[in-house]
């Protein structure tokens, strides 16, 4: 079946030829519309749908920056588990200033915060850590006194969105800096382990509390306990 | 009907793009974020990589540069004569070594050959 908005004209209907960006849970079969995920269909203007649809699991999508576990160094490429079906290739050249002689400083087990510039069904997802410039703009490897941990992808879109509500109370909060990759993975540090354990919780409890129940606990925490 | 398939197609090719990624429906944010000054580095890639907001006209205007212009005269400012000692010769810089303390300067006279009278 073909999934129609009422407010728009059918897309059915071959009378307006516009362009139109079809989005994640949506796929083209033909010259109709298919809807591929169960959830609610949203619009922007002027011509993109999509289903937001939640998840936990992630799937490669090519642009999309993510957190990832170097796992193996082998010759000239790293492998990177990134939280798919399969574990996603760096090539070691792909980082700001890399050359055959000056290899980036990667170990096992390092976080990094790359894109993915090729991600699809048929292939292996590669990553890179920078931009088609070749600056790094923030990719790389990252790390060191912060705490790892996984949420919904449905969480990390509210954290990632223009007007984030969590993200402006988290701000009241305390100093901290924070990660975030589309794959469902976050990485927080904060001045003190005690705070860094505290922004953890609290944003892997977001997942399951509503709006009002999330402002509550915020605010206890910022009055309190510590 | 392998032909029609294609030609259906072909008028549509045009016309609906698919987009794996939900970046762009959402207009998702830069994935680094600090607050209140933790790490001054992120802060500055934070407004260099977010969509950029609405601002008045002259903000617009300005280049996106990551020191001010102040600074940038500053390290300017000790640039040229940082430079200058570089190139100045052993004579020069020992008597530049001595004014520093005193803040005149004398007259460097440059030491040629000259030819014996006989």
């Known amino acids: 079946f073909s999934s129609e908005d009422d407010d728009t004209i059918s897309l059915t209907d071959h009378v307006k030829p516009e362009k139109v960006v079809c989005g994640p849970g949506l796929r ?7 809807v591929c995920k169960s959830d609610v269909l949203r619009h922007k203007q002027p011509n993109m749908f999509w289903m937001e649809s939640q998840q936990r699991r992630y799937v490669p999508a090519k642009g999309e920056t993510i957190i990832g576990i ?17 574990q996603a290739s760096l090539s070691y050249l792909a980082f700001e200033g890399a050359t055959k002689r000056n290899r980036p400083n990667v170990q096992v087990g390092d976080l990094v915060f790359a894109q993915f510039i090729i991600a699809n069904k048929d292939m292996e997802p590669e990553l890179v850590c920078m931009d088609s ?9 990252f790390g ?20 984030s509500e969590v993200l402006s109370d988290l701000q009241q909060l305390f100093p901290c800096e924070l990660v975030v990759g589309m794959n469902g993975r ?8 005690q705070q860094t354990l505290v922004i953890a919780n609290l944003l892997q409890s977001c997942d399951t509390m509503t709006a009002q129940q999330r402002r509550e606990l915020f605010r206890r925490v910022a009055q309190g306990a510590l | 009907l392998s032909l029609s398939l294609v030609s259906d197609w072909s008028s549509d090719r045009n016309l609906i793009i698919e987009e794996q990624s939900f970046v762009p429906c959402e207009d998702l944010k830069f994935g680094r974020i600090s607050f209140k000054g933790f ?35 500053l390290r300017y400012e000790s640039l040229v ?34 030819k014996p009278q006989d």
């Not at chain 1, 000239?76 to 079906?85: E, M, N, R």
């Not at chain 2, 810089?93 to 803040?103: C, F, P, S, T």
């Open chain 1, 186 to 193: 976050l990485w927080v540090k904060s001045s003190r382990v």
């Open chain 1, 144 to 163: 060191g006194g912060g705490l790892l941990f996984s949420v919904s992808l449905g969480l990390v879109r509210r954290l990632l969105s223009p007007h």
């Open chain 1, 133 to 141: 410039s070749g600056r790094a703009n923030g990719m790389g490897v």
């Open chain 1, 70 to 86: 170097v796992t193996v160094k082998s010759g000239d490429i790293f492998k990177v588990d990134c939280g798919g079906s399969e």
């Open chain 2, 39 to 73: 790490n001054p580095e992120v802060e500055k890639l934070m407004i260099l990589m977010n969509p950029r907001e609405e601002e008045e006209g002259g903000e617009e205007s300005r280049m996106q540069t990551d020191i001010t212009d102040e600074e940038m005269a």
């Open chain 2, 81 to 114: 004569g940082s430079m200058k000692k570089k190139f100045a010769k052993k004579r020069e810089r020992a008597a530049n070594e001595d004014n520093k303390n005193q803040n005149f300067s004398e007259t460097i006279t440059k030491r040629a050959f000259m």
């Open chain 1, 28 to 34: 083209r079969s033909g010259d109709r519309l298919v």
